[in-house]
């Protein structure tokens, strides 16, 4: 019998397992081990898909902080600064260098799932990523970047999807901006030893050790990261799930729909549609930023617009989930939601997914306990300026005193009120209120 123990390369030569593993290791180690000995090097090299997902964000080297000041009062920029050098140069200098050498390794062009969360990265730097043909990235998360000009974002975006685009661009399909970046694969700081400078020195044998070290220490943290399952917020009753983005996204995403995907959507709610609303309730476009779950509204189980079923609606209908997917880099696996239920059949669900502006919502959904009534099974009887000074609150707990819960419940207007000052009428608004009234009463 032969007693042979598999060697490594033995182990990596099969393409499958080579791909399967790369994207839990550091790409610095990757390109350590390809310097290693020349069949790794070789293997590595024409296995593009040891290079088709590659995290960057805990590079620490790519993070420019502005603000240092040393001692003598000298800005740490101003110093670095050229004076031929714009700022977007500037802060573009470590990504370009680290790009500059994945490309002399021939690695640069095999990356399709690039991950550049909370690094510098200016608009500039994105612009390039999408733009030059050295790369061929399809998903790019740029969460939390530093430096970038959101602004200089959304021209490079519309710019590369303007109509007179050249045909089969962009290349990139699938953009993570909005959401937080994941949390860390790493809990120790980068190992000194090993990564770009060494890389650049040429790597020495005794380094293997440490590759290794790296390694354990990486992959046994993106192992536990990954066997979670991806964060399906968007699909449960998470209510409010992002922050609202500045007010020029709405038209970009608007131009993007269809070529590239974002980890947010629009809201589709029937207020947006001039087909299907008055002149006077339109709203303009605007990002969906609250989930209402699969439930849908109090009185209908749904929601004018239609629930959006995943493999059944549009593409543009859902977010990028997070994490970005580790083992495909299409934009179906990074929007594939993770199915709600199985049954005794085996057959699993996919919950459908509603999701809404804050705009549309306004008067119509409780924040504490996210019930909401749709437009088609509810008008707001009270105005939308109604209850916003404290004199109006001070007001409704008189009321309230005088005429008690009758009189909110709308009786003089003709229609029962659902929701009153953020707060569902029928069960939130009155525990919250009770203690202030029991207190007037006391
Ligand atoms: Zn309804
Ligand atoms: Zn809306
Ligand atoms: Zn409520």
Same mark, same amino acid.
């Given at each position: 019998?032969?007693?042979?123990?598999?060697?490594?390369?033995?182990?990596?030569?099969?393409?499958?397992?080579?791909?399967?593993?790369?994207?839990?290791?550091?790409?610095?180690?990757?390109?350590?081990?390809?310097?290693?000995?020349?069949?790794?090097?070789?293997?590595?090299?024409?296995?593009?898909?040891?290079?088709?997902?590659?995290?960057?964000?805990?590079?620490?080297?790519?993070?420019?902080?502005?603000?240092?000041?040393?001692?003598?009062?000298?800005?740490?920029?101003?110093?670095?600064?050229?004076?031929?050098?714009?700022?977007?140069?500037?802060?573009?200098?470590?990504?370009?260098?680290?790009?500059?050498?994945?490309?002399?390794?021939?690695?640069?062009?095999?990356?399709?799932?690039?991950?550049?969360?909370?690094?510098?990265?200016?608009?500039?730097?994105?612009?390039?990523?999408?733009?030059?043909?050295?790369?061929?990235?399809?998903?790019?998360?740029?969460?939390?970047?530093?430096?970038?000009?959101?602004?200089?974002?959304?021209?490079?975006?519309?710019?590369?999807?303007?109509?007179?685009?050249?045909?089969?661009?962009?290349?990139?399909?699938?953009?993570?901006?909005?959401?937080?970046?994941?949390?860390?694969?790493?809990?120790?700081?980068?190992?000194?030893?090993?990564?770009?400078?060494?890389?650049?020195?040429?790597?020495?044998?005794?380094?293997?050790?440490?590759?290794?070290?790296?390694?354990?220490?990486?992959?046994?943290?993106?192992?536990?990261?990954?066997?979670?399952?991806?964060?399906?917020?968007?699909?449960?009753?998470?209510?409010?799930?992002?922050?609202?983005?500045?007010?020029?996204?709405?038209?970009?995403?608007?131009?993007?729909?269809?070529?590239?995907?974002?980890?947010?959507?629009?809201?589709?709610?029937?207020?947006?549609?001039?087909?299907?609303?008055?002149?006077?309730?339109?709203?303009?476009?605007?990002?969906?930023?609250?989930?209402?779950?699969?439930? =849908?509204?109090?009185?209908? =189980?749904?929601?004018?617009?239609?629930?959006?079923?995943?493999?059944?609606?549009?593409?543009?209908?859902?977010?990028?989930?997070?994490?970005?997917?580790?083992?495909?880099?299409?934009?179906?696996?990074?929007?594939?939601?993770?199915?709600?239920?199985?049954?005794?059949?085996?057959?699993?669900?996919?919950?459908?997914?509603?999701?809404?502006?804050?705009?549309?919502?306004?008067?119509?959904?409780?924040?504490?306990?996210?019930?909401?009534?749709?437009?088609?099974?509810?008008?707001?009887?009270?105005?939308?300026?109604?209850?916003?000074?404290?004199?109006?609150?001070?007001?409704?707990?008189?009321?309230?005193?005088?005429?008690?819960?009758?009189?909110?419940? =709308?009786?003089?207007?003709?229609?029962?009120?659902?929701?009153?000052?953020?707060?569902?009428?029928?069960?939130?608004?009155?525990?919250?209120?009770?203690?202030?009234?029991?207190?007037?009463?006391?």
């Amino acid at each position: 019998m032969d007693s042979t123990p598999t060697s490594l390369l033995d182990l990596l030569s099969n393409n499958i397992i080579l791909g399967t593993t790369a994207p839990y290791l550091p790409v610095a180690g990757i390109l350590a081990l390809s310097a290693t000995c020349k069949d790794l090097r070789s293997l590595i090299l024409t296995t593009p898909d040891a290079f088709r997902h590659v995290d960057l964000s805990f590079k620490q080297s790519a993070i420019i902080d502005p603000s240092p000041i040393d001692s003598g009062g000298i800005s740490w920029r101003a110093e670095r600064m050229d004076e031929a050098l714009t700022e977007d140069d500037f802060y573009a200098g470590p990504l370009r260098g680290i790009f500059s050498t994945l490309q002399k390794q021939h690695a640069l062009v095999n990356i399709k799932t690039l991950i550049l969360d909370g690094l510098t990265v200016p608009a500039d730097v994105v612009r390039e990523i999408i733009a030059e043909d050295r790369f061929n990235v399809k998903i790019l998360s740029i969460r939390e970047a530093k430096q970038l000009n959101e602004r200089k974002l959304q021209q490079v975006l519309r710019y590369a999807v303007r109509p007179t685009r050249p045909e089969g661009t962009p290349k990139l399909r699938a953009l993570y901006v909005f959401g937080p970046r994941d949390a860390p694969l790493r809990a120790a700081p980068e190992p000194k030893a090993s990564g770009w400078s060494s890389l650049r020195a040429g790597v020495m044998s005794s380094e293997g050790a440490q590759i290794g070290a790296e390694w354990n220490q990486r992959s046994s943290a993106a192992l536990s990261s990954s066997l979670a399952q991806p964060d399906d917020k968007w699909y449960r009753t998470s209510g409010r799930v992002l922050r609202q983005p500045t007010s020029d996204w709405p038209g970009t995403l608007q131009d993007c729909q269809g070529i590239i995907a974002f980890d947010a959507v629009l809201c589709r709610g029937p207020k947006h549609d001039v087909t299907k609303t008055r002149s006077e309730d339109y709203l303009k476009p605007a990002i969906a930023t609250v989930a209402l779950g699969p439930k =849908g509204c109090e009185c209908c =189980g749904s929601c004018p617009e239609g629930a959006a079923i995943f493999g059944k609606s549009d593409d543009t209908c859902f977010p990028l989930l997070t994490p970005p997917p580790l083992h495909a880099s299409t934009v179906r696996a990074a929007q594939f939601p993770t199915p709600l239920s199985t049954h005794s059949d085996g057959m699993s669900t996919i919950p459908p997914l509603i999701l809404r502006c804050e705009d549309c919502l306004r008067g119509r959904w409780c924040e504490r306990c996210n019930k909401w009534w749709c437009e088609a099974c509810y008008e707001e009887p009270i105005s939308r300026d109604h209850l916003r000074t404290e004199m109006q609150q001070l007001e409704l707990r008189e009321d309230l005193q005088r005429h008690g819960w009758d009189y909110i419940e =709308g009786e003089k207007r003709g229609r029962p009120v659902k929701v009153y000052s953020k707060l569902c009428i029928e069960s939130c608004l009155v525990s919250e209120m009770w203690p202030i009234v029991d207190g007037m009463w006391g």
